[in-house]
């Protein structure tokens, strides 16, 4: 599917205008924009704007890592948008001109819907350029990374908020799912911020040094949503850490309680199994008080024993 829109020198737009119209001198710059097109809407690029060869091969190769080439007459930016649900990249090519700029896609691009809505209302943004374009698709693209991160740490504030009513293995489901949802994003923000670096500090866009600015701004962005990645590993880490060692603690806590259980009982069972013995010769078992002095017995035994696992400080580990 082909959109093509045109801005007349008047400062008009044209929506829906034709190849014929495009070449129309009263045109100040046009942008064209290529959704999943078919193998006739797709040949346009080398029939209609000779574009390299190479360039158009990068648009059909899915995925490319986010780059700049530069290209007699004209500009090739690869660039990475997030899909709001499954995190993956999704590929956006954009060829900027000298007085046009053609956007090249597969997949759904709502961020493209926002800046022609934003040009439909604002006689600013049509006289600003194809370069300015550029600028805002690839501002709307990176404004769209920023929910999904705020979404992620709104996540691990709730595992933080939830501590102790969840099992541990289900907590470090959801802490590696989140480490997992990063990793994703990092894929993405890292070659972007490296992307906009190149952008930010070549010569070849240095024209306009009020423009440069809004780019500059975009690399921000990046910066900041770079140390919200990092920091919010970093957090997955340290709660997985704490889990262990919370986990750990309690495993400690539960085979300390289990070893004072069998320690007290194994002297107990000796006891009670030497006098369970069938010999015929044994005295004690014609005692009079033997069966209440082997209780009282084992009773002091116990007692001694749980006294002295208490000067040992055996039982610090429940507190």
Not at 176 to 186: A, E, M, N, V
Not at 211 to 228: G, P, S, V
Not at 245 to 270: K, Y
Request: hydrophobic share 40%.
């Amino acid at each position: 599917m082909l959109r093509k829109l045109a801005v007349t020198k008047n400062g008009d737009l044209i929506e829906h205008a034709t190849m014929q119209q495009l070449s129309s001198p009263e045109i100040a710059w046009y942008w064209i924009d290529f959704h999943a097109p078919t193998e006739k809407e797709a040949a346009l690029l080398k029939e209609y704007f000779q574009f390299h060869p190479l360039a158009i091969e990068d648009c059909f190769h899915y995925l490319q890592r986010p780059k700049l080439d530069f290209y007699e007459g004209y500009l090739f930016f690869v660039l990475h948008a997030l899909n709001q649900k499954t995190l993956r990249s999704e590929e956006i090519d954009l060829f900027v001109g000298e007085n046009y700029i053609v956007t090249f896609h597969l997949k759904e691009a709502p961020y493209i819907d926002r800046v022609i809505r934003k040009l439909k209302g604002s006689d600013k943004e049509r006289n600003s350029g194809p370069e300015h374009i550029a600028y805002m698709l690839i501002d709307q693209l990176v404004d769209d990374y920023f929910p999904i991160i705020y979404q992620i740490e709104d996540r691990l504030n709730e595992i933080e908020d939830e501590e102790g009513h969840k099992t541990y293995g289900t907590l470090m489901n959801e802490v590696f799912g989140i480490r997992s949802d990063l990793l994703k994003l990092r894929r993405t923000i890292i070659p972007m911020r490296d992307l906009l670096y190149r952008i930010v500090n070549t010569n070849t866009m240095k024209s306009d040094t009020n423009r440069q600015a809004y780019f500059n701004d975009i690399y921000d962005h990046l910066l900041k949503l770079t140390e919200i990645v990092e920091s919010n590993r970093d957090m997955t880490a340290d709660l997985r850490d704490s889990y262990q060692t919370l986990n750990s603690n309690r495993m400690n806590a539960i085979m300390m309680t289990l070893t004072i259980v069998s320690t007290i009982f194994i002297p107990l069972t000796f006891i009670v199994g030497v006098y369970g013995m069938n010999f015929d010769n044994m005295p004690e078992l014609h005692w009079k008080y033997g069966y209440f002095g082997v209780l009282i017995f084992m009773g002091l035994l116990v007692s001694g024993m749980l006294l002295w696992f208490k000067h040992k400080g055996w039982f610090r580990i429940f507190k």
